[in-house]
């Protein structure tokens, strides 16, 4: 006999014209309990009865099966399927049907999954997130119920419910029970006629509270009850419909107004699970194993994430997976079937949340939902008989708990009142110039922790590392200002120092006089020593060397230098900035190279070293091959720039009252941040305090793809990809560019403010613009950086760097991600017909500065990064 799925599958292709031929009308299969319906509509039943209908269909399917003993009859006899064989004027009246199919059914699922729609895309009244897990034992309740105490130390009202039907135990877990039907899940389901969870479960701080809706009373009495439930529920799944109404009728009343709602429920397939979950419109967490035998999740576990996910539709998912090593701590690293394992289950939350806007051609990348997976981990507090109290978890689960907020789109921060407008604090804030460039911009300086050492005097940091849009250049400038160094070359839109700027006619000049590098450092070194203590503009200096012809190689006499060197008054710290557009790609490395020996040399003679301090502001690309033995070189006196998310978040909440529509659309929120402006310019507030602030003016989540805004502002401001976001870094230019780029759109858009909050539409366009413009200054940092030369040079010997490197970034358009490393690299060369050295070189620099990184689980596949998947215009193919 042959399985009902193939069955189904069989009969639906006879329905499929195919050569001229279609020998039914149509199939349509659903789910009544307690069987599986299937309506076969054919013409030719017409004026036949019942028997026959059968034996006709029976000769149609024989005709299309290679299986000359298959009997469709056997198939209803055994098992609990009826075929219902119908003409189309009697299929037409068997429609009213359609209207108590079992939707919220796992048999329903399975037929064919739902998904989401963007009609469906709002926000509940109550905010409910329903817990979940395939397989038991892998910390579901124990998540549940320390993530409901969090929200309650912070302020919040929590109601938890327990729906696990077959197995319950956060009574137990909080140390309380219910002693009436009219406290339980129960009660709902038809035991009592009113609802009272049990309150003050757990009572936090700041007026929260936790209170408890058990699944049944804790009594003798109520055990033959709970198990007739359990029986007959199945039955009829309708009766958990019915309980998830009542309860949000219960929850629109006063005294039942709740911030959180999380809902447990019960592992597998149980019967009560979809018909709440579809019911409570929410997100779902589900808790999911790695640790599989094999690296392919199985089927059936993939069918019920997809049913699960389909029927929560406030905010996208998140999955928790409990880790049983004991050694395991964040940024850990974790096998090639693990990471494969994570990638499959996150493919599904990505397959959900295709076309959440309407937009069926756009598919979420597996990378955009790194943040979705939050990692459990073995915690020595659990091991206490009773639910321990937040504070006693390690850190590591203690931002679990943080991160799941932040995805869940559930409150952020501690509860407090509206704050009232405040009539004064720093208004100095809102009246800044703001530049995405480090050089103009004049917004509030971000203390962020790698810079506090560079701020000390005297401190042995001579190589300040970054990437781009890290804030090198605006660290200088700060540097400069407190009188910390006197900038000798800085960036071509500096105009605040009296230093040289790259690009500049006397800098353009001079390098030509110098013939090579290492002279050009040291000639302008020996200038800045003749002048020390001047008021003179360097270039004014540079100027009259080059009106009295005086030679850089004279100027570059070392001894002669030194000798200068010894006699000034005192320490001196010079600044250089402005390497990476100082002259053409071929050269950069040169130039840097020369920069760091001459800055080595004066750090191994004792004599200068005491006299004289470089301290270099350079791109970690350029820093990390300059030199032979370059890491011993910068041992112990380099620092790299590095935003946290934390940091960024204080950087983007400085710079909201400095832009003109945000403050006039949201002066509480801005007047509060002026007010605390001494806390957010030492990146003091708080990563969830911040993100709080931050959703005060933001909604919840975009549209587009559904995202918790709170994961928006994380994952797409950094270079995080995959499994390795603890190492990512954040990058303010591109957080000012969005913030900038919203603030003008916004004056430009009639509808700019939807239920209190900046439209989301607006964030994407913005982060649009933004990215792509943030794609730009990234080709012109790769004309510095990639060196691409054809296989035949004759006749494109005279292209420059910048439209060789333009041809190479237009030649990803259209390809794929991920992607195996070996076959791009034929691809490319195809289309550009660059040299194969070329191609491979220049991917792997690509590589360094995070526009590529591995695919977690995937040895030799590569995929573009979050930052520039739109200006790559990859197409991201999931599988």
């Known amino acids: 006999m042959r399985s009902v799925f193939e069955t189904m599958e069989l009969l639906k292709a006879l329905s499929v014209p195919a050569d001229g031929r279609k020998p039914l009308e149509k199939v349509d299969v659903f789910f009544l309990a307690p069987s599986l319906q299937i309506d076969v509509v054919s013409e030719e039943f017409l004026h036949l009865e019942e ?4 034996a006709h269909l029976q000769r149609i399917v024989l005709d299309a099966s290679s299986d000359d003993t298959y009997r469709l009859d056997e198939l209803t006899l055994r098992l609990p399927v009826a075929l219902n064989l119908l003409t189309l004027e009697e299929a037409k009246s068997r429609a009213h049907w359609a209207q108590v199919r079992n939707n919220s059914s796992w048999v329903s699922a399975f037929i064919e999954a739902p998904r989401r729609k963007a009609a469906d895309l709002k926000d509940a009244a109550q905010k409910y997130v329903h817990f979940y897990g395939y397989k038991g034992g892998q910390g579901r309740s124990t998540v549940l119920g320390l993530l409901s105490k969090a929200l309650a130390d912070d302020g919040y009202r929590v109601l938890v419910v327990d729906a696990d039907i077959e197995a319950p135990s956060l009574d137990l877990m909080f140390g309380v029970s219910g002693d009436s039907y009219s406290q339980t899940l129960m009660g709902l389901c038809g035991w009592a006629d009113d609802v009272q969870p049990i309150a003050g479960a757990y009572a936090g701080q700041f007026g929260g509270r936790v209170d408890l809706l058990p ?13 007739l439930l359990v029986a007959s529920a199945p039955l009829d799944a309708r009766v958990y419909e019915w309980a998830a109404d009542r309860l949000a009728r219960e929850l629109e009343k006063p005294e039942h107004t709740y911030d959180v709602v999380l809902v447990d429920h019960r592992t597998g397939i149980a019967s009560s699970v979809l018909p709440l979950m579809s019911r409570l419109g929410g997100a779902a967490t589900i808790f999911a194993r790695t640790d599989f035998n094999t690296s392919k999740v199985p089927s059936e576990m993939k069918r019920v994430i997809r049913a699960i996910f389909a029927s929560t539709v406030s905010v996208p998912g998140a999955f928790v997976g409990f880790q049983l090593d004991p050694n395991r701590k964040v940024g850990s690293a974790q096998s090639s079937n ?67 907020r932040e995805i869940l789109g559930l409150p952020l921060g501690r509860k407090v009142e509206k704050p009232a407008a405040q009539t004064s604090g720093n208004l100095a804030i809102s009246s800044t110039q703001l530049s995405v460039s480090g050089a ?47 900038p000798l070359l800085v960036a071509a839109d ?23 590098a290492s002279t050009f450092w040291w000639s302008l070194l020996a200038m800045s020593a003749e002048h020390i203590g001047d008021k003179k503009p360097f270039e004014e200096i540079v100027r009259q060397k080059i009106k009295d012809q005086v030679s850089p190689k004279s100027l570059a006499d070392r001894i002669a230098l030194k000798a200068t060197l010894m006699v000034l008054p005192g320490s001196q710290t010079l600044l250089i900035d402005g390497l990476e557009t100082l002259v053409p790609a071929a050269r950069i490395k040169e130039f840097v190279a020369a920069l760091f020996n001459m800055m080595s040399a004066i750090q191994n003679d004792p004599s200068l070293s005491s006299r004289l301090v470089i301290r270099s502001f350079v791109r970690e690309d350029l820093a990390s091959d300059s030199v032979q033995n370059v890491e011993q070189q910068m041992e112990g006196r380099s620092q790299r720039l590095k935003w946290s998310a934390r940091s960024i978040l204080n950087f983007a909440i400085s710079r909201l009252p400095s832009l003109p529509w945000i403050r006039r659309s949201f002066p509480e929120v801005c007047e509060e941040i002026s007010a605390r402006s001494d806390e957010v310019s030492r990146g003091a507030m708080s990563e969830q305090e911040a993100t709080a602030m931050m959703l005060r003016v933001f909604p919840a989540r975009l549209r587009r793809n ?54 989301s539409a607006l964030l994407n366009r913005a982060y649009d613009q933004a990215s792509s413009e943030f794609i730009k200054e990234t080709k012109q940092e790769l004309s510095h950086l990639l060196s691409l030369e054809y296989e035949d040079e004759s006749g494109a010997a005279a292209e420059s760097d910048e439209v060789r490197v333009a041809k190479f970034i237009a030649a990803f358009d259209g390809l794929s991600t991920p992607f195996e490393h070996e076959a791009l690299i034929v691809q490319l060369q195809s289309k550009t017909q660059f040299r194969e050295k070329s191609v491979r070189d220049s991917l792997q620099r690509m590589k360094a500065i995070r526009m590529f990184e591995d695919r977690p689980g995937y040895g030799g596949w590569w995929r573009v990064g979050q930052l520039y998947k739109m200006g790559l215009r990859m197409k991201y193919v999931r599988g």
Not at 348 to 368: K, M, N, P
């Open 51 to 54: 028997e026959q209908r059968l």
């Open 440 to 486: 103009k911009d004049d917004g509030l300086f971000i203390h962020i922790p790698e810079v506090e050492p560079l701020f000390v005097p005297g401190n042995p940091y001579s190589y300040v590392l970054g990437r781009k849009g890290t804030g090198k250049t605006r660290l200088l400038r700060e540097m400069a200002h407190r009188k910390l160094g006197t």
């Open 494 to 516: 500096e105009t605040g120092t009296l230093a040289l700027r790259s690009q500049s006619i006397e800098a353009t000049e001079w390098l030509g006089l110098c013939g090579d």
């Open 215 to 227: 699944c049944r009373p804790r009594t003798d009495a109520a055990d033959l009850d709970f198990s």
């Open 338 to 404: 693990e990471a494969r394992v994570r990638d499959q289950l996150l493919g599904e939350l990505a397959a959900a949340l295709d076309g959440a806007d309407g937009d069926q051609g756009a598919e979420v990348s597996v990378s955009e939902l790194a943040l979705n997976w939050v990692d459990w981990y073995l915690d020595r507090a659990l091991l206490e008989p009773s639910l321990p109290n937040v504070q006693k978890l390690q850190s590591d689960n203690i931002a679990s708990l943080g991160l799941l």
């Open 706 to 759: 559904n995202l918790s805004t709170a994961t928006f502002l994380r994952l797409y401001f950094s270079d995080a990809g995959g499994d390795d976001t603890d190492k990512a870094t954040f990058y303010p230019r591109l957080y000012l560019s969005f913030l900038q780029k919203l603030d003008e759109l916004a004056e430009e858009t009639e509808d700019a403010v939807e239920s209190d909050r900046v439209a």
